[in-house]
């Protein structure tokens, strides 16, 4: 955390300082004097992600970011950074593995580079991540649903949790984002009306020509880069979205956490803009791996230190490498709340989601 804070007064020298917070700030204030986050030219006619200022997400996010914007951009941009940098040790605290494993994760976000990407710019993919683990610890609960609908409305891709959790027949989870998903609406009706969800529809729809976007690092980005026939290109595409339903459907075959990180990992495979940051996922996957039996995997979020055209490629490892997790015997509801009201602490036992795990015998 020291760390984090000393980088601060480096940060504000950068260019990168606030580049997307600042879109965030604008598309707030512009809601509280127009009515509408979004700018004309995003309602007017196709446009490519990527200049300063767009914004590009659903109006509740901005109706949220209101009470900012009576203060100095200054002020706010660094007042969302401790924001932040809270969300990021209660990622680590709520994490469902050993208390071990959540320092050695915390001790590594000073140096992983998605992370200080995401500082920086003040981007929403840490909080993204934070509402996974919550959406993670919280299965079937209303906290976990609640908080899996707010992440699909910052990342609509994330709904490939959604998918998984209704391909495992976890009805509660999906109900409990449905009707997360609806109070999030109604809480914005008031300051956006409908019609600044049909706004958002429009903007969604008028997104275009995202592969090959500066700073997309998917690998049909990669491939277009390189100059490479368009069957290249559009069979990377093509491959991505394969290899991320595909593992969304064999993971079927596992325990429930082992099924939550593989979608998460799908998520980015899914996502039509791979930026560097939205590898803060990797900490989750690391952080899961490990507590299943694959220490060396809590420093897999430093693969990111990698030439930054690997990501793409880093997107499909962080799908698949889910599976070499040991396996773990599952038990009923009613005895995981048993052990959950008890000894939960206790060093020999280790909560995973819906699994337990103890250090004898039940890892296999």
């Excluded at 993919?125 to 610890?137: E, G, K, N, P, Q």
């Excluded at 990669?222 to 595409?237: C, E, I, K, N, Q």
């Excluded at 290899?243 to 990180?261: K, P």
Aim: net charge positive.
């Amino acid at each position: 955390m020291a760390a984090l804070l000393v980088l601060l007064s480096f940060w504000r020298s950068t260019s990168g300082w606030g580049f997307d917070f600042s879109a965030y700030f604008d598309a707030a204030k512009r809601l509280v004097f127009t009515g509408s986050p979004y700018q004309a030219s995003t309602l007017e006619g196709p446009f490519r992600p990527g200049p300063y200022g767009l914004y590009m997400y659903a109006p509740t996010f901005a109706v949220l970011l209101q009470p900012l914007t009576g203060l100095p951009f200054d002020v706010a941009t660094v007042l969302w950074l401790v924001f932040r940098l809270a969300l990021l040790v209660a990622t680590c605290v709520l994490m469902p593995v050993s208390t071990p494993i959540r320092f050695a994760t915390f001790g590594l976000v000073a140096i992983t580079p998605p992370i200080l990407e995401d500082m920086n710019l003040g981007n929403v993919s840490l909080i993204v991540t934070f509402l996974a683990v919550v959406a993670w610890r919280y299965t079937d609960k209303p906290a976990g649903g609640f908080a899996l609908a707010a992440a699909v409305l910052l990342r609509p891709a994330m709904a490939a949790i959604g998918l998984s959790r209704l391909l495992a027949r976890r009805y509660a989870t999906v109900m409990w984002t449905i009707v997360g998903g609806l109070v999030l609406v109604a809480v914005s009706l008031p300051f956006v009306g409908l019609k600044g969800w049909f706004d958002y529809v429009t903007v969604v729809r008028h997104l275009s020509d995202v592969t090959g976007v500066k700073r997309n690092f998917d690998m049909a980005s990669l491939a277009l880069s390189m100059d490479a026939p368009s069957w290249v290109v559009t069979g990377l595409l093509v491959a991505g979205y394969a290899i991320a339903l595909g593992a969304i459907l064999l993971s079927m075959r596992r325990d429930g956490d082992l099924q939550f990180v593989v979608a998460l990992g799908a998520s980015m495979l899914l996502s039509p803009l791979l930026w560097n940051h939205y590898f803060t996922h990797l900490i989750v996957t690391g952080a899961f791996l490990a507590s299943r039996g694959r220490r060396w995997a809590i420093l897999l979020p430093l693969v990111t230190w990698l030439p930054q055209e690997m990501l793409g490629f880093t997107a499909v490892a962080a799908t698949l490498l889910p599976f070499l997790a040991n396996k773990v015997e599952t038990v009923g509801a009613p005895f995981q709340r048993a052990i959950t009201a008890t000894r939960v602490d206790s060093p020999a036992v280790q909560m995973t989601g819906d699994a337990i795990t103890t250090a004898t015998g039940r890892v296999q």
